[in-house]
């Protein structure tokens, strides 16, 4: 069974620091993941995703994710965090031959000024 | 271009009431997914269509929820005699291709259902 884990239920980080968003993932097969950004009031933005190739996966808004097999992982990270970075952050993973997505329960970032 | 669209964004009724919830995919996408958001349980999957094979309705939490999606395109999702339990956020995804694994879902702006 496929499933993530995001050990944080919230980061607390000040702004122009770096940002790292923890996530960790179990499947059978071959691991397909995602993060996406949710807004207050708001449905669920992509920001990027890692299928196979380079383990540094770059995507929107500054945000890169960094794909570690042995360690399950695939953390989020920016290098400069921006006071309206402040969000909810999904990790997801999609098993192979699966189509649904499985979520973790969600890491919330606060980015102080 | 337009996003995924849903339809109210915002549902409050009484318990034991039918409701219909809307989406509207991205156009030309073959796949669209259901998902549920809820305080207690996360992000779930509910159900999943991919062109004109039947779909998959694993995640469908009881037989009072059901969807269709017709043409291959609008689906509804609709939940008869709700319960104060069906209270989330139903949030609707479709992406291009569906039965790719690396193929990306984009979400729409969700709707807030609240039972009485």
């Known amino acids: 069974a496929q499933s993530v884990a995001q050990p944080e239920d919230q980061v607390n980080v000040a702004e122009g620091n770096p940002l790292t968003v923890k996530c960790t993932y179990s499947?059978?097969?071959?691991?397909?993941l995602f993060w996406y950004v949710q807004y207050p009031n708001r449905g669920l933005q992509f920001l990027l995703k890692y299928i196979t190739g380079d383990n540094l996966v770059k995507g929107s808004y500054g945000f890169e994710a960094e794909f570690n097999k042995s360690q399950t992982s695939f953390h989020l990270k920016k290098p400069s965090a921006l006071v309206s970075d402040s969000a909810l952050y999904f990790c997801a993973v999609r098993d192979e031959g699966f189509q649904k997505l499985v979520f973790g329960t969600g890491t919330r970032l606060l980015v102080s000024p | 271009g337009a996003g995924v669209s849903q339809s109210p964004s915002n549902k409050v009724t009484e318990k034991g009431k039918d409701v219909e919830l809307r989406c509207d995919p991205i156009s030309g996408h073959t796949a669209l997914y259901w998902y549920r958001q809820s305080l207690g349980q996360g992000l779930e999957f509910l159900i999943y269509?991919?062109?004109?094979?039947?779909?998959?309705k694993s995640g469908l939490p009881s037989d009072r929820f059901s969807a269709e999606r017709t043409g291959g395109s609008v689906s509804t999702l609709t939940i008869q005699r709700t319960q104060q339990e069906d209270s989330a956020v139903y949030l609707c995804?479709?992406?291009?291709?569906?039965?790719?694994?690396?193929?990306?879902?984009?979400f729409g702006p969700g709707t807030r259902l609240t039972v009485l």
């Open positions: 269509f991919q062109g004109n094979s039947a779909p998959d």
């Open positions: 995804a479709s992406s291009p291709l569906g039965y790719a694994g690396t193929d990306t879902q984009y």
């Open positions: 499947v059978s097969g071959n691991p397909y």
